[in-house]
Each structure stands twice: as structure tokens, then as C-alpha cells.
């Protein structure tokens, strides 16, 4: 069964960090793209930063350049997330999400339960 885990998110304080994991089984990673999206109480989920399936190419929402990076480890079925700098308009539920494509999609098949990320002081 296939299956997304994020792990990572916690409590931090402006201008910390954390590090976000997608953690994949039921399938080989290798064959899919990955996006971590977010969501904030009272908005709309955003997509946050996508990698291609062999990692070769990354986007990022404006928001968060130059902060976060999101990178790979297709032999650990894991998808990172590395957030720098955090400010609190970073609060939200962070999702990772996969499909079967080797460039970054407009939509996803499938999607994690979320973690939580604050910011605060």
C-alpha cells in the first residue's frame, strides 16, 4: 500500500529551523516527483517547493526562497525539507505529496497526513 509519512514538525521560534521528512513505502521513489504543500488555519493550501523524480530539478514558492530546500534520498525513500529562517507566517500543516512523474505536476496522486509546524516566540 502506498504510503506518505511526515515527520519533523514542531515548535520553533522566528529565525529557527527545522527539517521536514516524507518518508515513502509501498513504492520505488525513484519514478516519482514530490511536492511539499502547506496549509494555515483559515486559507487555502499553497504549494511550497516540488522536486523532480531524479532530482535534477527544484522549484519554490516565492514565499520561501532563499529559506527552504528541498532535496532527496531516493535510496531512503525519503523527501526533505530543510526550512531556514522561519518566520511565523510559515505556521501551518505541511503535506508532502507524490506522482508518477519524473517532472514536478500540477496535481498529485498521492498525500501524506500532514505535520504541524509552528512559529512563534
Known amino acids: 500500500q502506498l504510503q506518505l509519512v511526515e515527520s519533523g514538525g514542531g515548535l520553533v521560534q522566528p529565525g529557527g529551523s527545522l527539517r521536514l521528512s516524507c518518508a515513502v513505502s509501498?513504492?520505488?521513489?525513484?519514478?516519482?516527483?514530490i511536492g511539499w504543500f502547506r496549509q494555515a488555519p483559515g486559507k487555502e493550501r499553497e504549494g511550497v517547493s516540488c522536486i523532480s523524480s531524479r532530482g535534477g530539478s527544484t522549484n519554490y514558492a516565492d514565499s520561501v526562497k532563499g529559506r527552504f530546500t528541498i532535496s532527496r534520498d531516493n535510496a531512503k525513500n525519503t523527501v526533505y525539507l530543510q526550512m531556514n529562517s522561519l518566520k511565523p507566517e510559515d505556521t501551518a500543516a505541511y503535506y508532502c505529496?507524490?506522482?508518477?512523474?519524473?517532472?514536478?505536476?500540477?496535481?498529485?496522486?498521492?498525500w501524506g497526513q500532514g505535520t504541524q509546524v509552528i512559529v512563534s516566540s
Open positions: 505529496a507524490a506522482d508518477l512523474s519524473s517532472v514536478c505536476p500540477i496535481e498529485y496522486d498521492y
Open positions: 509501498g513504492f520505488t521513489l525513484d519514478y516519482y516527483a
